[in-house]
């Protein structure tokens, strides 16, 4: 079946480094991969997305490329913010009108 | 961009009760509308999707008879927990999705959180 596996939180990071969530699939076919944000009282928001091989997508800084070779789709980001504290969701969706599958969520803190 | 809401965003109710949630798409028509339910510290897990004048299909494992769904407009999808027991709290969240053109996006809603006593 489909799943996402994402990397584990909490993750604490000091204003100004650098960010990665690793997050890996599993799924037949091409899936679309994205990152969500669920920020504190908030609902979740899209913060990018990729519908193929080698797409890159990019959003407020956060970067991530479909690796098919590796089905991966890590979330990267070069200088974090205290705003970007969040929780980060990691999701798929095999195709047209269908459910997103998504990872554990990966919690993520920003200190000044 | 679109705009879902849910209400109430927290209830609090006894043990045996009936709790009805909405889901509203406020500013386009929702092809479909998903139903998750989010454990602490846990992912968002799929209970049911539910499109507009049909029955809803329920995820395996999810009983149908117990979390109700009446997607009764584009716009308006409700879920009910009949006769909740302490194991029903949890947060749950809807999306609606969205087709514009050949591309369907979903949307989220705050989410609902639910206490049983």
């Known amino acids: 079946g489909n799943s996402v596996t994402q990397m584990e939180g909490p993750v604490t990071l000091s204003e100004e480094a650098f960010l990665t969530i690793n997050c890996t699939y599993t799924a037949t076919g091409y899936p679309s991969l994205f990152w969500y944000v669920q920020y504190p009282g908030e609902g979740l928001q899209l913060l990018l997305k990729?519908?193929?091989?080698?797409d890159k997508g990019s959003n407020k800084g956060f970067e991530a490329t479909y690796r098919k070779e590796t089905t991966s789709f890590h979330l990267e980001k070069g200088s974090v913010q205290v705003s970007d504290s969040a929780v980060y969701f990691c999701?798929?969706?095999?195709?047209?009108?269908?459910?997103?599958?998504f990872g554990k969520g990966t919690r993520l803190s920003v200190i000044a | 961009g679109a705009v879902v809401s849910q209400h109430p965003s927290r209830v609090i109710c006894k043990s045996g009760t009936s709790v009805k949630i909405e889901c509203r798409s406020l500013?386009?028509?929702?092809?479909?509308m998903f139903w998750y339910r989010q454990f602490p510290k846990q992912s968002l897990m799929l209970m049911a999707t539910s499109n507009e004048g049909s029955k809803a299909t329920y995820e395996q494992g999810v009983e149908k008879d117990k979390f109700l769904i009446n997607h009764a407009s584009l716009t308006l999808s409700t879920l009910t927990v009949t006769s909740a027991h302490p194991e029903d709290s949890s947060f749950y969240i809807c999306?609606?999705?969205?087709?514009?053109?050949?591309?369907?996006?979903?949307?989220f809603g705050p989410g609902t959180r639910l206490l049983v006593l």
């Open positions: 500013d386009f028509q929702a092809t479909t």
């Open positions: 999306s609606a999705a969205r087709l514009a053109g050949f591309a369907e996006t979903q949307y």
């Open positions: 990729a519908t193929k091989a080698d």
């Open positions: 999701a798929l969706r095999r195709s047209g009108n269908t459910p997103l599958v």
